[in-house]
């Protein structure tokens, strides 16, 4: 942040300005004299005694990361055959549905119907 900030007070002091790509241009420097420019990049650690993990450390890491990817794949491919499962069944099981009538509901019910009907046929006959 700090070379950032010197050189944007650089930049504006000396009459240059921000670019039009909000980048500062290179500050100037007379003809022929050798500049060394502060390092843009800073690195800083989160525990400065760790040692950095080897190449075959960091290979096998990520080949460990690309088998977790792959059973995380499989895993939501599984998941989505058992929904599309799940649908089908439940489709299936719609359009199979029968509709009960209760024995007591004479009105919907066709067998108690017809049989209510012939116990009025009856009775009409022996009064």
């Keep these: 942040m700090y070379f950032f900030s010197r050189r ?15 980048q500062l241009p290179p500050p100037r420097h007379p003809a022929g004299a050798a500049h060394e420019t502060a ?18 450390e960091i290979y096998q890491l990520m080949m460990d990361l690309l088998k977790s990817e792959e059973q995380c794949v499989d895993n939501v491919r599984q998941s989505e055959r058992e929904v ?8 299936r099981e719609e359009m199979t549905t029968e509709l009960t009538v209760s024995i007591y509901d004479t009105r919907r019910n066709d067998k108690a ?5 012939m116990l009025v046929r009856i009775t009409k006959k022996n009064f």
């Design 39 to 56: 390092p843009t990049v800073c690195v800083a650690k989160s525990d400065a005694n760790k040692s950095d993990k080897k190449n075959v």
């Design 8 to 22: 944007l007070e650089e930049g504006v002091a000396g009459g240059q300005g921000i670019g039009h790509r909000g």
């Design 113 to 117: 119907k017809k049989h209510r009907e």
């Design 84 to 91: 599309q499962d799940m649908l089908n069944n439940r489709m």
